[in-house]
């Protein structure tokens, strides 16, 4: 699979006129459109639910990447494939029988990740790395854009890439939660595949400078 994607988060978007954000992003670098889906149990807020990645599949031409910020995501895996999810990440915190949610996900014909929180270290993904897609790493508390990066994801993308290589495994690293022209380079540089980023891109005046120098590493 392609690396060095970008991934711009709808919750910034202005909903108001989702359609031109879509269409801004069809016609941008972007790779994929990631939708975060909170249900204020797991985080302490809500965004969206099922019918508006209906709608955002309608018109988006890339791979619509969600994130399931919700306790006990198996019980909609069958129903967001039907809304259109290409890839589906769960979290670690948020599942307890994690291996039969990957299996179930796959056998639906998406892709998986699992996300981790910024204190979940990597090290709890050993025995399910080499069956997974993605590894997302939260580099903000999940729940709401603009928050601070947080420094210290610097350190668990690292232990990230030593899990892949020492296991073997072919996932690819995702890293959510401010991300901006100051560090996605880096990040890259550093191994991270994917970068999700929601308020950079969206506050931006011309959010498709942004999000083409975010993928051209320096
Ligand atoms: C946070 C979400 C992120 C968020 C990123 O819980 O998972 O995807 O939208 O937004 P920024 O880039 O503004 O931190
Ligand atoms: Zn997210």
């Known amino acids: 699979?392609?690396?060095?994607?970008?991934?711009?988060?709808?919750?910034?978007?202005?909903?108001?006129?989702?359609?031109?954000?879509?269409?801004?992003?069809?016609?941008?670098?972007?790779?994929?459109?990631?939708?975060?889906?909170?249900?204020?149990?797991?985080?302490?807020?809500?965004?969206?639910?099922?019918?508006?990645?209906?709608?955002?599949?309608?018109?988006?031409?890339?791979?619509?990447?969600?994130?399931?910020?919700?306790?006990?995501?198996?019980?909609?895996?069958?129903?967001?494939?039907?809304y259109g999810a290409d890839h589906i990440h769960i979290h670690y915190e948020a599942c307890i029988h994690l291996n039969r949610t990957i299996s179930y996900i796959k056998e639906n014909g998406m892709k998986v990740g699992v996300a981790l929180n910024p204190h979940t270290p990597i090290l709890l993904l050993k025995d399910i790395i080499k069956y997974i897609d993605f590894v997302l790493l939260m580099s903000v508390n999940p729940g709401f854009s603009g928050q601070k990066f947080i420094i210290q994801t610097y350190k668990k993308l690292k232990d990230a890439k030593d899990l892949i290589s020492k296991e073997q495994s072919s996932a690819l690293i995702e890293i959510d939660g401010g991300i901006n022209l100051d560090n996605s380079s880096v990040l890259f540089k550093n191994g991270a595949d994917i970068l999700v980023s929601g308020s950079s891109i969206f506050s931006a005046s011309h959010p498709t400078k942004i999000i083409k120098k975010m993928k051209s590493v320096y």
Do not use: C, T
């Open 1 to 82: 699979m392609k690396k060095k994607i970008i991934a711009p988060s709808l919750l910034s978007a202005d909903l108001a006129f989702l359609y031109r954000d879509i269409e801004m992003l069809n016609n941008s670098d972007a790779d994929w459109f990631h939708i975060d889906i909170m249900d204020y149990s797991f985080v302490s807020n809500i965004s969206f639910g099922g019918l508006f990645i209906q709608y955002v599949k309608k018109y988006a031409s890339k791979p619509i990447d969600v994130h399931l910020m919700i306790f006990q995501p198996e019980r909609y895996i069958k129903q967001f494939k039907q």
